[in-house]
């Protein structure tokens, strides 16, 4: 329904069938008395000013009545954010749990006998405006599990519809119904987009919404429902947001028809309202912290977007056998019961979400803990989960979001300060000020550290140390600091020192740390053969035997390398990141698929003639090969460049509309919009680097050592010569970036005027950036983060090069691959819409 909501609510509910009213009585039209005996005198009312905040609290102090008037709040917000039908009917039962104060039934009567509204409906419309100068609903009277049972019976029904906006169904709907950019669906194009879909989960106050109707739980949450959903990009290319479109209620239903009768009575009550929602901040304001540095509020989405279907059947079943049978009993009180493993394989999104949402925050923060550490669901080392349609929702006054990697699930601040004073915060928590004990042992702990008194050396100690070392030495100093510090994150102690390390780090805000890459892996097995071929001669001890097993690990990381950094070059220049479902992430299986199309195509065909194409599984030398393929489908790419302009439809409209930003990227292939300079060089080294691997006798050496049947084995003098020229080859793929290589940020510097210089380092090798750039809403990836850099792939002075984010291959990215979809334009969105906030019991609408 598209009601104007007075104010928050949530429900009670009982009437008696006279009270819900067929018609105007005598009774009615009585100075009835009010569920506090207050006298109803309609003139006295349009004259008394209405109450302020503190009046109202003195008026109504009674907890009971308190807690009711809030869960009818909650019902009334939802019943305003549903949509119906303009056949929509109020029932008996419904009718029935309505109870109004005298006032609340004067205003029906007039409803009724001056407006000519149907009396079932003006019951309603009643309980939607709930207060005014006055309640309308007798709060004490009334049964609030009485008025749910009808409304979870209209929602199963599909009579009151909510729009599901966890995962991406209904986006994926509306990338098909809706070709170019909406503010607003019509009514009709809103039933077409929620046709067979399941219904929305919300959860206000205690009452959880979803395709089981209403369900009653012991905790509230503040997931209201809503009209305004994320379900469509706009069409310019250079805006990451999910930008919201406004679904619409039909407007011929009486209810919605009829509403602004509803207020032309109150009116003549009073044209002001008492201060109802101040009452209701003053009373909530202690029932949610802002301030809470792991709230969770924000669970139910990254729950929502972060799993995919199979993996929410995974926490379904791990919840039935971990939460003490109350998720069993969830279930059973929907028809649910036997084997979780085979009534989960016919559960919908929604069914799946709301039956996980029966559990508090704390305790799905828990489960998917338990889920991820015990494998239950795949985390790739690195992978970080984030809400994607609801990539804006954060939470609290440090704008937490939630997160999910290999380590569990977090809560991370908006600003990495936060993290850190988190840090500080959890380190001093760890030793009491008042007991000796404990600074004794701070005072060893910091014994080389300057300050007078232990806690000055803790304050000093925090400005020289590295977070990673605080926490060594601070939290996990002493067995008693790691149980303190593991329970309020939420750890588990077993294990051992560095994987609680990682996981305390993870916890509180920080970067996961650097993984290895293909390179670091392969240059420590080619540092094992080269020491071994250098020293061979000198040993007596040296074996053949020992030679083949240690060039057998070597050729295994060399073959993985080789084609890694093919893969990773050939995309980087070629792959249209612009146009890219995710620009400028790398992922190794679709990225390895393009660079096998792409450079096979490259090759011209002749009758008879044997090519050594590129394959999933490639040989050493198809590898070499595809450099040099890639260096002369370059240097192609430079004489055809006029076939590769990108069209003007996918130019980002920042382009022609402000100088202050830049798009270099004119072509569909990023080669070509690289500086004249880093054209030339790029195809030179690399075809430079594959003839020097094709003469290196590399393959010659990995033939003779790896092949039983060799007819020779290569000698020491041999094989250091091949690692040699391998070496120096490899080296120059590095010099230019077309090798993975993660830099991460050393420092930031900002002077006085906002100009930065942040430094990036990698094994050794050191890039700085100036700030601010001119390049900033290209989408590419944040200096702040881990990034692959492409130091030879130059598009702007002094140094703007290519770069890129780390994709993963899992079951989160495969359930949004293909995304996002883009519309034609419009009138409907603009880029840039700024973070939610949600909380849990947040100030109520504006009173009409």
Not at 506 to 517: Q, V, Y
Request: hydrophobic fraction near 40%.
């Amino acid at each position: 329904m598209n009601f104007v909501i007075n104010c928050h609510a949530q429900p009670d509910a009982a009437l008696s069938s006279a009270d819900n009213c067929q018609g105007p009585s005598a009774e009615h039209r009585a100075a009835d008395k009010s569920s506090l005996g207050l006298s109803v005198d309609w003139g006295t009312m349009m004259t008394e000013k209405p109450r302020d905040r503190a009046q109202l609290a003195k008026d109504y102090t009674d907890e009971g009545w308190r807690q009711k008037l809030l869960e009818l709040l909650a019902l009334v917000d939802a019943l305003g954010h549903c949509i119906i039908e303009a056949d929509f009917k109020v029932t008996d039962d419904l009718n029935r749990g309505i109870v109004l104060t005298a006032v609340g039934k004067k205003v029906r009567d007039q409803l009724i006998t001056k407006e000519e509204v149907d009396p079932k409906v003006a019951n309603l419309l009643c309980l939607l405006g709930l207060v005014h100068h006055e309640p309308l609903v007798d709060i004490d009277a009334i049964d609030i599990d009485r008025l749910t049972a009808p409304l979870s019976e209209y929602i199963k029904s599909g009579k009151l519809k909510f729009p599901l906006v966890f995962g991406r169904s209904l986006y994926d709907e509306a990338s098909t119904l809706i070709a170019e950019e909406r503010n607003v669906l019509k009514h009709e194009d809103t039933l077409r987009l929620l046709a067979d879909k399941p219904q929305g989960v919300y959860h206000t106050g205690p009452f959880l919404i979803g395709p089981y109707g209403i369900m009653r739980t012991k905790h509230a949450r503040n997931l209201v429902p809503r009209l305004s959903v994320p379900i469509q990009h706009c069409s310019d290319l250079s805006c990451p947001s999910v930008h919201n479109v406004r679904l619409t209620s039909s407007q011929e239903a009486n209810v919605n028809k009829q509403r602004s009768l509803l207020y032309k009575v109150l009116h003549t009550i009073s044209e002001d309202s008492a201060d109802w929602n101040g009452f209701v901040v003053d009373i909530t304001e202690k029932d949610w912290n802002p301030y809470e540095v792991d709230d969770g509020s924000t669970m139910p989405y990254l729950l929502g977007d972060a799993f995919d279907d199979e993996e929410l059947r995974a926490l379904v079943g791990l919840a039935v056998s971990s939460t003490g049978g109350r998720l069993a009993a969830v279930a059973a009180s929907v028809g649910l019961a036997g084997n979780p493993a085979e009534w989960c394989a016919g559960l919908n999104r929604g069914e799946l979400l709301q039956i996980l949402l029966t559990e508090t925050d704390e305790a799905l923060t828990d489960l998917v803990d338990d889920a991820i550490l015990g494998n239950e669901i795949v985390v790739p080392e690195g992978e970080v989960r984030r809400p994607v349609v609801n990539h804006r929702m954060r939470s609290g006054a440090w704008r937490l979001r939630p997160e999910a990697s290999r380590l569990g699930a977090r809560y991370s601040p908006g600003e990495t300060t936060t993290t850190l004073l988190r840090l500080f915060s959890l380190a001093r928590s760890m030793f009491d000020k008042n007991s000796a004990m404990d600074m004794d042992e701070l005072a060893w702990m910091l014994r080389d550290v300057s300050g007078d008194t232990p806690t000055e050396r803790l304050e000093t100690f925090f400005k020289m140390r590295t977070p990673r070392e605080i926490v060594e030495k601070l939290l996990l100093g002493r067995r008693s600091n790691a149980e303190k510090a593991a329970k309020i994150l939420g750890l588990d102690l077993k294990g051992a020192d560095a994987p609680l390390l990682d996981a305390i780090m993870w916890k509180l805000g920080f970067p996961m740390e650097r993984r290895l890459d293909v390179r670091d892996e392969y240059w420590r097995h080619h540092q094992l053969l080269e020491t071994f071929a250098t020293t061979a001669s000198a040993s007596a001890d040296s074996t053949e035997e020992d030679l083949r097993s240690i060039a057998s690990n070597y050729f295994v990381a060399l073959e993985k390398f080789l084609f890694d950094s093919l893969t990773f070059a050939t995309w980087a220049l070629l792959e249209d990141h612009v146009k890219a479902n995710r620009p400028y992430e790398y992922r190794a299986g679709a990225a390895r698929a393009f660079t096998i199309e792409t450079l096979n195509a490259s090759v011209s065909r002749k009758a008879g003639v044997e090519v050594n194409d590129l394959r999933d599984d490639p040989d050493l030398s198809s590898v070499v090969q595809g450099f040099l393929r890639l260096a002369g489908h370059l240097s192609s790419l430079r004489e055809n460049a006029d076939a590769h302009v990108r069209q003007l439809s996918d130019i980002p409209r920042f382009a022609d509309q402000t100088d202050l930003q830049r798009f270099p990227f004119r072509h569909t292939a990023p080669f070509l919009d690289l500086l004249p300079a880093s054209q030339h060089t790029l195809p030179r080294v690399i075809a430079e680097a594959g003839s020097m691997l094709n003469d290196s006798g590399i393959m010659t050496a990995r033939n003779g050592l790896l092949h039983a049947k060799s007819k020779r084995t290569p000698t020491i003098s041999e094989v250091n010569g091949a690692l040699s020229m391998a070496r120096s080859a490899l080296r120059l793929l590095e010099e230019i970036g077309c090798v993975r290589n993660t830099f991460e940020t050393v420092s930031v510097v900002i002077d006085a005027w906002g100009r930065s210089t942040t430094l990036l380092r990698s094994n050794g090798a050191d890039i700085k950036f100036a700030g601010p750039s001119s390049f900033a809403m290209l989408g590419l990836p944040s200096l702040g983060a881990p990034v692959y850099l492409m130091q030879g792939a130059v598009f702007a002075e002094p140094n703007e090069m290519l770069r890129f984010r780390e994709g993963f291959d899992s079951a989160y990215a495969n359930y949004w691959s293909n995304f996002p979809h883009r519309p034609e334009r419009g009138s409907g969105t603009s880029p840039g819409q700024p973070d939610q906030t949600v909380g849990e019991l947040a100030s109520p609408a504006p009173v009409d």
